[in-house]
């Protein structure tokens, strides 16, 4: 919210008198606060507290059904931030000791003093204020993003590397770094190994590793766009390129680089380069070229590129982990679009170019077996695969061009997402019905909580009171009233039992509670509903 706006207030006190009395005392406005609502005892006022979420909440420490404490325990555990001040007609140490372990901010005596209670006001708006402020305050994010830029973006580049950052967050992320390799039309991924070149029994020293990166940043950040970083392994590097071309210039820079090192160092360096990639998000693959490069033993010089050591033609089909990871990630969590995008990518590497029958079939196979992965965790059936196609078999002759392939993933991508969306919302369904159930055979038991609940399903507060609510379109609290009221007219209908004895039957252990709460609903006291 903004300073500007005032904070919402609950107030709750069992004697409505009192209640007006303190809504008339205060100039709420002026101290920075309105009064949202009023409640009249400790369950009434957590319910309203789900719907209204006020800033703070000013409650009687004594009242029936459920005191102050109670309250400011039960709710803190479904409004956290919420701040709690107590109204106490005694000045008891022991509920002051309380007050204190459950963070209630203040502890007031009764009768209430006007001046008092706008100090206090202004104390806890001042507060309120002051934590707006400090998650606001960009210049402290700012300062605080700054002075850990460093590690983001080497943490960042590491895993660009090890293909571990989503493809369309890439971008973002390099932009929020200020890395301006983004900016290239070709990258290549470096890799740089070090021992001491008078004995390779001397490990590198910190100092030295510093002193190679400070070389290499100086020399390469003069004739491109080049980044830096640190892995376990050692330093490694991304190169940004314009064209082709340049590609001539960072050998020859890095040659240079080789033996600058040795001479001013003492450090000799073995410099591992892989293959030129066109798409930023392939510099997992350049990079794996590098790491390959660099563990060359016989190559002759320290600058070594792939492409020099590895003859074969490098531009094979391969379904590698990234595309897998890529595929499956966007059939369990992701939109249409990113599963469209997934399949396009995977498309990509076929369409437009010659590929041997055995070739895509081995790409089609690798799909098949991602796709089985999802299927058999899931306990889906097999036949899904299938489709146009009889059996596997059928797919692999079937299967002959980058269309054809497009139409099968696609049917298959799509029926197993459906299926997986149809499947969690089973499981919701589930976890309510289950709710729903343990409810209806515990609502006797007046000592029936939302951690009991949540304890038998195995799931957090925060969590089930969330789902409950947007499953069913009321609380927790408000559908096991409901419950218990429904029952009590049931019984009201059909015994003669004694309004205490049906309300002790209900889950209500206070008859008094229970009337309370029968005539808020129906308007009648339960004794004049059965006189009807």
Same mark, same amino acid.
């Given at each position: 919210?903004?300073?500007s706006?005032?904070?919402?207030?609950l107030?709750?006190?069992d004697?409505?008198?009192?209640r007006?009395?303190?809504?008339?005392?205060?100039? $709420?406005?002026k101290?920075?606060?309105?009064?949202?609502?009023?409640?009249?005892n400790?369950?009434d006022?957590?319910?309203k507290?789900e719907a209204?979420?006020?800033d703070?909440? !000013?409650?009687?420490?004594?009242?029936?059904?459920?005191?102050g404490?109670?309250?400011a325990?039960?709710?803190?555990?479904?409004?956290?931030?919420?701040?709690?001040?107590?109204?106490?007609g005694?000045?008891?140490?022991?509920?002051?000791?309380?007050?204190?372990?459950?963070? #209630?901010i203040?502890y007031?005596?009764?009768?209430?003093d006007a001046?008092?209670?706008?100090?206090?006001?202004?104390?806890?708006?001042?507060?309120?204020?002051?934590?707006?402020t400090?998650?606001?305050?960009?210049s402290?994010?700012?300062?605080?993003?700054?002075?850990?830029?460093?590690?983001?973006?080497? +943490?960042?580049?590491?895993? !660009?590397?090890?293909?571990?950052?989503?493809?369309?967050?890439?971008?973002?992320?390099?932009n929020?770094?200020n890395?301006?390799?983004?900016?290239?039309?070709? $990258?290549t991924?470096i890799?740089? =190994?070090?021992?001491?070149?008078?004995?390779?029994?001397?490990?590198?020293?910190?100092?030295?590793?510093?002193?190679?990166k400070?070389?290499?940043?100086?020399?390469?950040?003069?004739?491109?766009? $080049?980044?830096?970083?640190?892995?376990?392994?050692?330093?490694?590097?991304i190169?940004?390129?314009?064209d082709?071309?340049?590609?001539?210039l960072?050998?020859?820079?890095?040659?240079?680089?080789?033996?600058?090192? #040795?001479?001013?160092?003492?450090?000799?360096l073995?410099?591992?380069?892989?293959?030129?990639?066109?798409?930023?998000?392939?510099?997992?693959?350049?990079?794996?070229?590098?790491?390959e490069?660099?563990?060359?033993? =016989?190559f002759?010089?320290?600058?070594?590129?792939?492409?020099?050591?590895e003859?074969?033609n490098r531009?094979?089909l391969?379904?590698?982990?990234?595309?897998?990871?890529?595929?499956?990630?966007?059939?369990?969590?992701?939109?249409?679009?990113?599963?469209?995008?997934? #399949?396009?990518?995977?498309?990509?590497?076929?369409?437009?170019?010659?590929?041997?029958?055995?070739?895509?079939?081995?790409?089609?196979i690798?799909?098949?077996?991602?796709?089985?992965? #999802?299927?058999?965790?899931?306990?889906?059936?097999?036949?899904i695969?299938f489709?146009?196609?009889?059996?596997?078999?059928?797919?692999?002759?079937?299967?002959?061009?980058?269309?054809?392939?497009?139409? $099968?993933?696609?049917r298959?991508?799509?029926?197993?997402?459906?299926?997986?969306?149809?499947?969690?919302q089973?499981?919701?369904?589930s976890?309510?019905?289950?709710?729903?159930?343990?409810i209806?055979?515990?609502?006797?038991?007046s000592s029936l909580?939302?951690?009991?609940?949540?304890?038998?399903?195995?799931?957090? +507060?925060?969590?089930?009171? +969330?789902?409950?609510?947007?499953e069913?379109?009321?609380?927790?609290?408000?559908?096991?009233?409901?419950?218990r009221?429904?029952?009590?007219?049931?019984?009201?209908?059909?015994?003669?039992?004694?309004?205490?004895?049906?309300?002790?039957?209900?889950?209500?252990?206070?008859?008094?509670?229970?009337?309370?709460?029968?005539?808020?609903?129906?308007?009648?006291?339960?004794?004049?509903?059965?006189?009807?």
């Amino acid at each position: 919210m903004l300073m500007s706006e005032k904070y919402k207030i609950l107030l709750v006190d069992d004697e409505a008198e009192v209640r007006q009395s303190i809504i008339k005392k205060i100039d $709420w406005e002026k101290a920075g606060f309105r009064v949202v609502g009023d409640a009249e005892n400790g369950i009434d006022a957590l319910e309203k507290a789900e719907a209204l979420e006020p800033d703070l909440i !000013l409650t009687d420490i004594r009242m029936p059904y459920m005191d102050g404490l109670e309250l400011a325990e039960n709710i803190t555990k479904v409004l956290p931030s919420v701040k709690i001040v107590i109204f106490s007609g005694f000045d008891d140490f022991e509920y002051a000791k309380q007050a204190i372990k459950l963070n #209630i901010i203040e502890y007031i005596l009764k009768p209430i003093d006007a001046v008092e209670l706008t100090g206090i006001l202004e104390k806890i708006k001042a507060k309120l204020d002051e934590e707006i402020t400090v998650i606001k305050d960009m210049s402290n994010l700012k300062e605080n993003f700054e002075k850990n830029l460093p590690i983001l973006r080497e +943490t960042f580049l590491g895993n !660009l590397v090890k293909g571990k950052v989503e493809k369309d967050k890439i971008k973002e992320f390099m932009n929020d770094y200020n890395i301006d390799i983004i900016n290239g039309k070709f $990258w290549t991924a470096i890799k740089v =190994n070090m021992t001491v070149s008078s004995s390779e029994n001397i490990p590198v020293s910190i100092m030295q590793t510093m002193s190679v990166k400070k070389l290499l940043d100086s020399r390469l950040k003069d004739i491109g766009v $080049w980044e830096c970083f640190h892995r376990p392994s050692g330093i490694c590097g991304i190169w940004a390129m314009q064209d082709r071309q340049s590609f001539l210039l960072l050998t020859n820079m890095l040659n240079d680089i080789c033996r600058e090192s #040795i001479k001013l160092l003492d450090t000799h360096l073995k410099i591992g380069i892989g293959r030129i990639v066109s798409s930023i998000d392939e510099i997992s693959e350049s990079y794996s070229d590098a790491r390959e490069a660099v563990s060359y033993k =016989n190559f002759i010089g320290d600058v070594v590129y792939i492409d020099e050591v590895e003859l074969t033609n490098r531009d094979f089909l391969k379904f590698d982990e990234n595309a897998e990871n890529d595929l499956i990630y966007a059939i369990k969590f992701g939109e249409e679009e990113n599963i469209l995008s997934s #399949i396009e990518n995977i498309i990509s590497h076929i369409k437009g170019r010659e590929y041997s029958p055995m070739d895509i079939q081995t790409y089609v196979i690798s799909i098949i077996n991602a796709l089985i992965k #999802i299927i058999q965790a899931n306990d889906f059936d097999n036949e899904i695969i299938f489709g146009e196609y009889e059996d596997f078999g059928s797919i692999m002759v079937g299967i002959k061009t980058a269309e054809d392939l497009e139409k $099968w993933l696609s049917r298959v991508s799509f029926s197993i997402s459906a299926l997986l969306y149809k499947q969690r919302q089973g499981t919701t369904k589930s976890l309510i019905a289950k709710a729903k159930k343990y409810i209806e055979e515990n609502y006797q038991n007046s000592s029936l909580s939302l951690e009991m609940i949540c304890d038998y399903l195995h799931v957090s +507060t925060a969590y089930f009171s +969330t789902l409950f609510k947007k499953e069913m379109g009321e609380s927790y609290i408000s559908y096991l009233t409901g419950m218990r009221l429904e029952k009590a007219v049931e019984l009201l209908k059909t015994t003669d039992d004694k309004t205490y004895i049906i309300a002790s039957n209900v889950g209500y252990d206070e008859p008094n509670y229970f009337s309370y709460v029968f005539k808020k609903k129906y308007g009648v006291s339960p004794n004049k509903f059965r006189g009807k």
